[in-house]
C-alpha cells in the first residue's frame, strides 16, 4: 500500500506512459464516473483542457480530468452546463486510488487546477451524483467552495451541477 506525505505527492500533467495507470482507477471509481475504454479515456485527455495526474511514489494514484468550454463534448451533463455558462473549466471525473482515499490527494489536484487557471477568468463547474448518491464527492466539493447551480434528473441518474468562482491572478504566494 502506498502512503502519502508531503514528500512523495507530486502533481504533474498527463504523460502518455499515465494511461495503463488510469483507466483502472477511473473503472474503480463507477458509478461516481462512467466506465471507459483505453481508447475513450484517451480521446478524453486529447480534448481535455488539462488532464493532471497525482504521482505518490512514481506511480499514478489520481487524476483530474478537465474541459474547457466549446469542446464539443458528447454528454448530457456537459451540454447542460455548456447551455448555461461560459468560459468554464470543466471537471469531467475526478478519481483517486481507494486505499489513498482521505490523504487529500483529491485536494491537492484542484488546488494544481486552480492554480494553473488562476486569472484567466475561467469559472470551474462539475456535477455530482445525486442518484445513486454520492454524498462524499458533494462535501468535498462544497469543502472546496463549489456551490450548487442546478438539477437534472436523467431517468438513469440524477446529478446536481457545482459551480466555483473564477480564481484571482496570483503573484509569488507562499502558502
Known sequence: ??????????????LPGDLGALLPLNNAAVPAVNEL???????????????LVAVVDDTPAGFLLCLGDGAG??????????????????????????????????DALYG??????AGSGRVFVCEVNERPAN???IRFHSRLGFSEIGKADHGD?????????????TGNQSE
Open 1 to 14: 500500500m502506498l502512503a502519502v506525505s508531503s514528500d512523495t505527492l507530486t502533481i504533474r500533467p498527463f
Open 37 to 51: 475504454t483505453a481508447e475513450e479515456l484517451l480521446d478524453l485527455v486529447n480534448s481535455a483542457l488539462v488532464c
Open 73 to 106: 463534448y458528447d454528454s448530457r451533463n456537459y451540454q447542460w452546463l455548456s447551455e448555461r455558462v461560459s468560459n468554464f473549466a470543466y471537471t469531467d471525473r475526478i478519481c483517486v486510488d481507494e486505499s489513498l482515499r482521505g490523504k487529500k490527494i483529491g
Open 112 to 117: 494544481a487546477l486552480f492554480e494553473r487557471f
Open 135 to 137: 454524498p462524499g464527492s
Open 157 to 169: 441518474k440524477a446529478v446536481i451541477f457545482f459551480k466555483r468562482d473564477a480564481e484571482p491572478a
